[in-house]
């Protein structure tokens, strides 16, 4: 083990801890949006923006995330000319904005299918029992169906959310230089793949951990029923002690 | 986009994208074997009584679901390099510069990562058979060989299909990580193609209709396999 490599390594690595933090975050963030809208679109009547919904999940969802970023971010460059014409080209340039795309559009598809579930998890006659007291469908959707969704899909979100930290990776094949990318870089050129293994794969491990750990968190403070039971518990304990003296 | 690029033969490159999706397939079905040896070994170690080997699969399946497989490759590649030169220098005196096999490079890593599912995917479906139905096998005198084959690996089958489609999916998706260190599947194809065309976008999207050809044959391929395995099942 090549302890003064490892030293050195650090840093450098910890260096790309911002970047695919960044990637990460921005893409999530756009992905739930992109993602509402398709489950709105998957659930609706309409004739045309259903199949379309799915259609659109199921290419992103059958596709590979490399083929799906190199058709973004080399397949742009086919289209150059019209690119600059409409004046995008300063943005497909960037490997930063086609890897946070690629990734948003990535996300969006899976996690539309998780809130679907989600919303289809909601019993139906909830929802009419919200129509007969009179409730508007924003506040159908508001107080009724979302809080109950977001409860049951949360788990599932939190595995798409490790996935995309794995995922992020992906970006340093686009010459951006996060966490991998700097890993491949140090193991090109010093050869010591075990080393450098370690440290990144420990900075994913940790993130990753931390990721779990902070679903945890909100899933519980969403679920306060059970929170509140287990303090019940709590409090119960030295009642039950108190008994048994008196008997 | 110039649709004579995509003829057959020597003037196109349908026959090489072909070829590569053949490699791809390859490529994805043997290390899609190997993640299920690795999934069924390490899920046996998930459910025996020695808290050793628990502890040992529940090291592999959190650390490699929560590592990119990207970095995977490039450990088993680079660090299979720096072996096989050690190994070839001090054993046959050979000084040159030697690469890992590309093909069995991929087949390990991306056998490694599914295995991980895989194993999560086994353990679960060995875990939904009843417990009765062993006991009801022993006490009819069944033997371990006999309670295996006739009752837990029939069950076990059943339930884990639906994931194991999953993984599958995830295995075949995963095959074009290993374009980066040279494997001619299709990604890699791909990218020679655009390279001499400068036509990215065109081969690109030919390499993602492959995928999206592959994945949904195979899909079916797995529903029927569930239609299958369910025949002797009443509902209701």
């Given at each position: 083990?090549?302890?003064?490599?490892?030293?050195?390594?650090?840093?450098?690595?910890?260096?790309?801890?911002?970047?695919?933090?960044?990637?990460?975050?921005?893409?999530?963030?756009?992905?739930?949006?992109?993602?509402?809208?398709?489950?709105?679109?998957?659930?609706?009547?309409?004739?045309?923006?259903?199949?379309?919904?799915?259609?659109?999940?199921?290419?992103?969802?059958?596709?590979?995330?490399?083929?799906?970023?190199?058709?973004?971010?080399?397949?742009?460059?086919?289209?150059?000319?019209?690119?600059?014409?409409?004046?995008?080209?300063?943005?497909?340039?960037?490997?930063?904005?086609?890897?946070?795309?690629?990734?948003?559009?990535?996300?969006?598809?899976?996690?539309?299918?998780?809130?679907?579930?989600?919303?289809?998890?909601?019993?139906?006659?909830?929802?009419?029992?919200?129509?007969?007291?009179?409730?508007?469908?924003?506040?159908?959707?508001?107080?009724?169906?979302?809080?109950?969704?977001?409860?049951?899909?949360?788990?599932?979100?939190?595995?798409?959310?490790?996935?995309?930290?794995?995922?992020?990776?992906?970006?340093?094949?686009?010459?951006?230089?996060?966490?991998?990318?700097?890993?491949?870089?140090?193991?090109?050129?010093?050869?010591?793949?075990?080393?450098?293994?370690?440290?990144?794969?420990?900075?994913?491990?940790?993130?990753?951990?931390?990721?779990?750990?902070?679903?945890?968190?909100?899933?519980?403070?969403?679920?306060?029923q059970y929170h509140r039971?287990?303090?019940?518990?709590?409090?119960?304990?030295?009642?039950?002690?108190?008994?048994?003296?008196?008997? | 986009?110039?649709?004579?690029?995509?003829?057959?033969?020597?003037?196109?490159?349908?026959?090489?994208?072909?070829?590569?999706?053949?490699?791809?397939?390859?490529?994805?079905?043997?290390?899609?074997?190997?993640?299920?040896?690795?999934?069924?070994?390490?899920?046996?170690c998930k459910l025996s009584s020695?808290?050793?080997?628990?502890?040992?699969?529940?090291?592999?399946?959190?650390?490699?679901?929560?590592?990119?497989?990207?970095?995977?490759?490039?450990?088993?590649?680079?660090?299979?390099?720096?072996?096989?030169?050690?190994?070839?220098?001090?054993?046959?005196?050979?000084?040159?510069?030697?690469?890992?096999?590309?093909?069995?490079?991929?087949?390990?890593?991306?056998?490694?990562?599914?295995?991980?599912?895989?194993?999560?995917?086994?353990?679960?479906?060995?875990?939904?058979?009843?417990?009765?139905?062993?006991?009801?096998?022993?006490?009819?005198?069944?033997?371990?060989?006999?309670?295996?084959?006739?009752?837990?690996?029939?069950?076990?089958?059943?339930?884990?299909?639906?994931?194991?489609?999953?993984?599958?999916?995830?295995?075949?998706?995963?095959?074009?990580?290993?374009?980066?260190?040279?494997?001619?599947?299709?990604?890699?194809?791909?990218?020679?193609?655009?390279?001499?065309?400068?036509?990215?976008?065109?081969?690109?999207?030919?390499?993602?209709?492959?995928?999206?050809?592959?994945?949904?044959?195979?899909?079916?391929?797995?529903?029927?396999?569930?239609?299958?395995?369910?025949?002797?099942?009443?509902?209701?």
């Open positions: 083990m090549n302890w003064e490599l490892m030293g050195e390594a650090l840093p450098q690595l910890l260096g790309g801890v911002p970047d695919t933090l960044t990637l990460v975050a921005t893409s999530l963030a756009l992905g739930v949006v992109l993602a509402v809208g398709l489950a709105q679109m998957r659930l609706s009547k309409n004739r045309v923006l259903s199949p379309l919904a799915y259609g659109y999940v199921y290419i992103f969802r059958s596709t590979p995330l490399l083929v799906q970023i190199f058709l973004i971010y080399y397949g742009s460059g086919q289209f150059r000319p019209l690119l600059q014409d409409i004046g995008l080209w300063t943005l497909f340039r960037e490997p930063y904005f086609c890897a946070i795309l690629a990734l948003m559009l990535n996300t969006g598809a899976y996690t539309s299918e998780i809130i679907r579930g989600g919303i289809q998890s909601v019993p139906f006659g909830e929802v009419e029992a919200g129509r007969a007291i009179g409730m508007s469908r924003f506040q159908l959707f508001r107080r009724v169906i979302f809080p109950q969704a977001i409860r049951q899909a949360l788990p599932a979100y939190g595995n798409e959310v490790i996935l995309m930290v794995k995922s992020s990776s992906l970006a340093s094949t686009i010459t951006i230089l996060e966490v991998t990318g700097i890993a491949k870089k140090i193991i090109a050129a010093t050869f010591q793949p075990v080393e450098v293994f370690i440290i990144a794969g420990s900075i994913y491990l940790l993130i990753n951990f931390l990721v779990t750990r902070v679903i945890q968190f909100t899933e519980r403070r969403l679920n306060p039971e287990r303090s019940a518990k709590a409090v119960v304990k030295p009642d039950e002690s108190a008994d048994a003296l008196v008997h | 986009m110039d649709l004579t690029l995509l003829a057959w033969g020597d003037t196109g490159w349908s026959d090489e994208m072909l070829r590569g999706a053949l490699m791809t397939l390859a490529v994805a079905l043997s290390a899609y074997a190997f993640s299920i040896l690795v999934g069924s070994l390490f899920a046996a020695w808290a050793a080997l628990r502890i040992l699969a529940d090291v592999y399946t959190t650390v490699v679901r929560g590592i990119p497989e990207l970095l995977i490759i490039y450990l088993v590649f680079f660090g299979g390099g720096v072996l096989l030169r050690t190994v070839a220098s001090g054993i046959f005196g050979f000084d040159g510069y030697v690469d890992p096999p590309l093909f069995v490079t991929g087949l390990v890593c991306i056998g490694v990562s599914a295995g991980a599912y895989n194993t999560e995917v086994i353990r679960g479906a060995v875990q939904a058979v009843p417990k009765g139905q062993i006991e009801a096998a022993k006490a009819i005198g069944m033997s371990t060989g006999q309670r295996f084959w006739r009752v837990l690996l029939p069950q076990t089958a059943r339930y884990a299909l639906p994931g194991l489609g999953n993984v599958w999916q995830l295995t075949l998706k995963e095959t074009s990580l290993i374009s980066v260190i040279g494997l001619v599947e299709i990604m890699r194809q791909a990218a020679v193609a655009a390279g001499s065309t400068k036509e990215p976008f065109t081969f690109y999207l030919v390499a993602a209709v492959l995928y999206l050809g592959l994945t949904s044959l195979s899909n079916q391929g797995f529903r029927r396999a569930e239609v299958w395995a369910n025949r002797g099942v009443r509902y209701g």
